[in-house]
C-alpha cells in the first residue's frame, strides 16, 4: 500500500508549550488510521499539521506525496476536513451549503450539483435539501458536514473528533456513514477520545498521552498486547471498597482501583470470581466481560477516559 502521510519526529510547539513531542507514524492508502487520547494529548495539532494549517516546529512530514511548507494549497485542494466545530453557514440551506463549499475548488456548477444530490441522498439528508441548516439537529448538521467535506471527492478525509456531543442513536448514525466511506476505499483520519468510536471504525491506531505516541497497532492487537482476556468488575458500597482491597492481592493479574468501582485483570473471569467468594467477598454488583480499548487506555495513561 502507498503510505499517504509520513511523519517522522514530528514535533509542534507553542513557545514553551510542547503540544506533539517527536512522534512517528504513517497513514496508507484506504485504511482508518485513528489517534485515540485524552483531550489536550496533542491529537488536533497533529490533525492541523497534516491538513498544512499549521506548521511543523520539527522533523518531517509528507502528506499526498507533497511536503505542506511548500505545498500547502495543493494538500489542502486533495483534502476533506471534519472539524471539531459545526462551521456551517446556518443562514443558508443545506444544499447552498454544500454549493457554496464545491465554488472554493473551482468546481463547475453543474458537477457541484450531481455530487450535492449523490452526498445528500448518501448522507440521508435529501428529503432536507431546502431546509435552513439552522434548526437541524446536531446528528444531521454533523452527517452534512461530512458530505460538505466530500464534495471534492478528496484523497484523504479528515475527521477531529466527528461524534463529540451528539446522542448514541446520532453516533451510530454517524459511524454507518463512516463505515460506509470505508467500504468505498476512501482513507480516512480519524481522533477521538472515544474507546468504542476507534474499536469499531479504525483498522490501526495510535494512543497519544502527553503530546507522544505511547502505542501502535489495530484495535485487537492493543487489547491483546496490554490487557489479559477478560475483565470482573466489582461494585462496593462506599464504606466496604477500601477495606477490601488488600484482599484481591493475587486473585487477578492487575487490579485497577476507580473511584465508583474495582477492575481485576484476568485471563478466566469465572476463576476469579470463584476465588472473591471463597474469600467471602461478595460485592453489590459484579460483571464479567472482555477486555477493551478502555482498559488499554487506563493502563497506558493511567486516567479516565476524559480529561
Given at each position: 500500500m502507498e503510505s499517504l502521510v509520513e511523519a517522522k519526529s514530528l514535533t509542534k510547539r507553542f513557545g514553551e508549550f510542547t503540544a506533539v513531542d517527536g512522534i512517528d507514524f504513517t497513514v496508507e492508502q484506504g485504511e482508518a488510521f485513528g489517534f485515540l487520547g485524552p483531550n489536550g494529548a496533542g491529537k488536533t495539532s497533529t490533525m492541523r499539521m497534516i491538513g498544512a494549517t499549521s506548521p511543523i516546529t520539527e522533523?518531517?512530514?509528507?502528506?499526498?506525496?507533497?511536503?505542506?511548507?511548500?505545498?500547502?494549497?495543493?494538500?489542502?485542494?486533495?483534502?476533506?476536513?471534519?472539524?471539531?466545530?459545526?462551521?456551517?453557514?446556518?443562514?443558508?440551506?443545506?444544499?447552498?451549503?454544500?454549493?457554496?463549499?464545491?465554488?472554493?475548488?473551482?468546481?463547475?456548477?453543474?458537477?457541484?450539483?450531481?455530487?450535492?444530490?449523490?452526498?445528500?441522498?448518501?448522507?440521508?439528508?435529501?428529503?432536507?435539501?431546502?431546509?435552513?441548516?439552522?434548526?437541524?439537529?446536531?446528528?444531521?448538521?454533523?452527517?452534512?458536514?461530512?458530505a460538505r467535506a466530500l464534495i471534492n471527492e478528496p484523497d484523504l478525509l479528515i475527521l477531529d473528533e466527528p461524534t463529540t456531543g451528539l446522542d448514541p442513536q446520532a453516533r451510530h448514525a454517524l459511524w454507518d456513514r463512516l463505515y460506509r466511506l470505508k467500504q468505498r476505499g476512501v482513507t480516512l483520519i480519524i481522533t477521538t477520545h472515544y474507546m468504542d468510536e476507534a474499536e469499531q471504525l479504525c483498522d490501526r491506531l495510535v494512543v497519544m498521552d502527553k503530546a507522544r505516541i505511547v502505542a501502535e497497532g489495530s484495535p485487537r492487537e492493543l487489547i491483546e498486547r496490554y490487557s489479559p482476556r477478560e475483565v470482573v468488575e466489582l461494585r462496593f458500597a462506599p464504606d466496604q471498597q477500601e477495606a477490601v482491597i488488600p484482599q484481591l492481592d493475587g486473585l487477578a493479574q492487575r487490579v485497577e482501583v476507580l473511584p465508583d468501582r474495582v477492575l481485576l485483570y484476568t485471563d478466566d473471569a469465572d476463576r476469579t470470581t470463584l476465588g472473591l467468594h471463597e474469600l467471602d467477598i461478595f460485592p453489590e454488583a459484579l460483571l464479567e466481560r472482555r477486555s477493551t480499548l478502555e482498559d488499554v487506555f487506563l493502563r497506558l495513561t493511567g486516567r479516565t477516559l476524559v480529561d
Amino acid at each position: 500500500m502507498e503510505s499517504l502521510v509520513e511523519a517522522k519526529s514530528l514535533t509542534k510547539r507553542f513557545g514553551e508549550f510542547t503540544a506533539v513531542d517527536g512522534i512517528d507514524f504513517t497513514v496508507e492508502q484506504g485504511e482508518a488510521f485513528g489517534f485515540l487520547g485524552p483531550n489536550g494529548a496533542g491529537k488536533t495539532s497533529t490533525m492541523r499539521m497534516i491538513g498544512a494549517t499549521s506548521p511543523i516546529t520539527e522533523g518531517s512530514l509528507r502528506v499526498l506525496g507533497m511536503d505542506p511548507v511548500g505545498q500547502g494549497q495543493q494538500i489542502r485542494g486533495r483534502l476533506g476536513v471534519v472539524p471539531q466545530e459545526n462551521n456551517l453557514d446556518t443562514e443558508l440551506t443545506v444544499f447552498e451549503n454544500l454549493f457554496v463549499y464545491g465554488r472554493y475548488f473551482d468546481l463547475s456548477g453543474r458537477v457541484i450539483r450531481e455530487r450535492a444530490e449523490e452526498l445528500l441522498e448518501f448522507v440521508q439528508l435529501s428529503d432536507r435539501r431546502n431546509d435552513r441548516v439552522e434548526p437541524l439537529s446536531g446528528g444531521m448538521k454533523r452527517r452534512l458536514i461530512i458530505a460538505r467535506a466530500l464534495i471534492n471527492e478528496p484523497d484523504l478525509l479528515i475527521l477531529d473528533e466527528p461524534t463529540t456531543g451528539l446522542d448514541p442513536q446520532a453516533r451510530h448514525a454517524l459511524w454507518d456513514r463512516l463505515y460506509r466511506l470505508k467500504q468505498r476505499g476512501v482513507t480516512l483520519i480519524i481522533t477521538t477520545h472515544y474507546m468504542d468510536e476507534a474499536e469499531q471504525l479504525c483498522d490501526r491506531l495510535v494512543v497519544m498521552d502527553k503530546a507522544r505516541i505511547v502505542a501502535e497497532g489495530s484495535p485487537r492487537e492493543l487489547i491483546e498486547r496490554y490487557s489479559p482476556r477478560e475483565v470482573v468488575e466489582l461494585r462496593f458500597a462506599p464504606d466496604q471498597q477500601e477495606a477490601v482491597i488488600p484482599q484481591l492481592d493475587g486473585l487477578a493479574q492487575r487490579v485497577e482501583v476507580l473511584p465508583d468501582r474495582v477492575l481485576l485483570y484476568t485471563d478466566d473471569a469465572d476463576r476469579t470470581t470463584l476465588g472473591l467468594h471463597e474469600l467471602d467477598i461478595f460485592p453489590e454488583a459484579l460483571l464479567e466481560r472482555r477486555s477493551t480499548l478502555e482498559d488499554v487506555f487506563l493502563r497506558l495513561t493511567g486516567r479516565t477516559l476524559v480529561d
